[in-house]
Structure formats: C-alpha cells, structure tokens
C-alpha cells in the first residue's frame, strides 16, 4: 500500500489550503482514511479521518473549519481546511487503517502565517 499526499503551503491566517492523498496498492472494501498532523515538540495528533462508510471523526482543534471528504472508487481523499489559524502549522499525514494495519504517507508541510 502507497499514499501520496498532495497539496500544503503556506498560507496566511484566516485563508484556506487543500490537502489531497492517493491510495494505491492493496485496498480492503472497509477503511478509514484521513489526516494527522505533528507540530515540533508535540505528539501526532487525529485532524480528521473517514471510513469508507461515510462515519467521520474530526480532532476537537479543528470542527467546523476543516472537511473532509472522500471518494471510495479512487481511493482518495481531500481534506480542505478553511479559516487556518498559525496553531495549524504542523506536518500533516495521511493515514490509511484497515484490518489492523495503519500505512502513513509521507508529511506535508502546512504553514500558518499570523
């Protein structure tokens, strides 16, 4: 299983980025696919992720400024996040479960200026 990750920056507060990841390779029917990020000094931290079901789990920082959304026939997914706050900076990567397992793509930079 491979996950290209797409997208990030640096963006000013109050502005918007896209995050896209690519999922190839090996795909259980049921899944959870999403984002976590890690800022320096901290711990990995859920942003948000979603079954192939359609149940989705966002972290507390982030509800009701990021969105995540999917599409199971191309196992992709997107994350938008609006209203970014300099607290957002951190490296962001995609993550995809099943049966266990947890593949992470490679880190995404995203960039939050005050």
């Known amino acids: 299983v491979q996950l290209q990750a797409s997208g990030g920056g640096l963006v000013q507060a109050g502005g918007s980025l896209r995050l896209s990841c690519a999922a190839s390779g090996s795909i259980f029917t049921f899944n959870v696919m999403g984002w976590y990020r890690q800022a320096p000094g901290k711990q990995r931290e859920l942003v948000a992720v979603?079954?192939?079901?359609?149940?989705?789990t966002y972290g507390d920082s982030v509800k009701g400024r990021f969105t995540i959304s999917r599409d199971n026939a191309k196992n992709t997914a997107t994350l938008q996040m609006n209203n970014l706050k300099p607290e957002d900076t951190a490296v962001y990567y995609c993550?995809?479960?099943?049966?266990?397992?947890?593949?992470w793509g490679q880190g995404t930079q995203v960039t939050v200026s005050s």
């Open positions: 993550s995809l479960g099943m049966r266990g397992n947890t593949y």
């Open positions: 979603r079954t192939s079901v359609g149940i989705t």
